[in-house]
């Protein structure tokens, strides 16, 4: 491949991009349905014992810190994964610096204000490709990610899963479309 073939790509990472609640995936799903069953246990906890709970003198208490409880929980499941990943971005300023990154097939490099590399298509151990983004692992708890509102048009989206495809075999769960 020549360099006609490469893809060059101007990334400004936002915290959207890495993670959002209200994502369509298998994390955020399992989320919701344990929040939605958490809810629903508590709901029956409440129902089915508040006479009893309230027949104690310090009822209501007892009633409100299982409130308090069902909220935290919640607030655990689906709250604070964001809150974690906006955390990161506001310790972290470089994580939205404007990056330019070059597909080739000989291997990736970035660009950027604070530091430049060429990395070999080898230091990925996976590559994922979401409805927005495409996810490059280094490791289980690091990832490059590439939005797809930055690419410039949907062929180069289409020759990045063929780069991706060629360069990783086995290693990449890519959509179809």
Not at 48 to 66: E, R, T, Y
Request: hydrophobic residues 45%; proline residues 5%; glycine residues 4%.
């Amino acid at each position: 491949m020549g360099a006609s073939r490469d893809i060059v790509v101007e990334v400004d990472l936002r915290p959207n991009d890495v993670y959002t609640p209200f994502r369509w995936d298998r994390g955020n799903l399992s989320r919701w349905v344990a929040a939605i069953v958490i809810c629903l246990i508590f709901f029956d906890l409440c129902r089915n014992s508040s006479a009893a709970l309230l027949s104690f003198p310090d009822g209501k208490s007892i009633l409100a810190v299982v409130v308090l409880l069902m909220i935290l929980i919640l607030c655990g499941l689906l709250v604070f994964p964001y809150l974690r990943v906006r955390a990161v971005f506001r310790k972290s300023p470089a994580l939205t610096k404007r990056r330019r990154y070059t597909f080739r097939a000989s291997g990736i490099t970035i660009q950027s204000d604070d530091a430049n590399s060429d990395l070999k298509w080898s230091l990925f151990q996976r590559a994922v490709e979401t409805p927005g983004i495409f996810a490059f692992s280094v490791s289980s708890h690091h990832a490059t990610y590439i939005p797809k509102r930055c690419f410039s048009s949907s062929d180069d989206v289409a020759r990045m899963r063929e780069l991706i495809r060629g360069n990783m075999p086995g290693k990449s769960q890519l959509r179809r479309d």
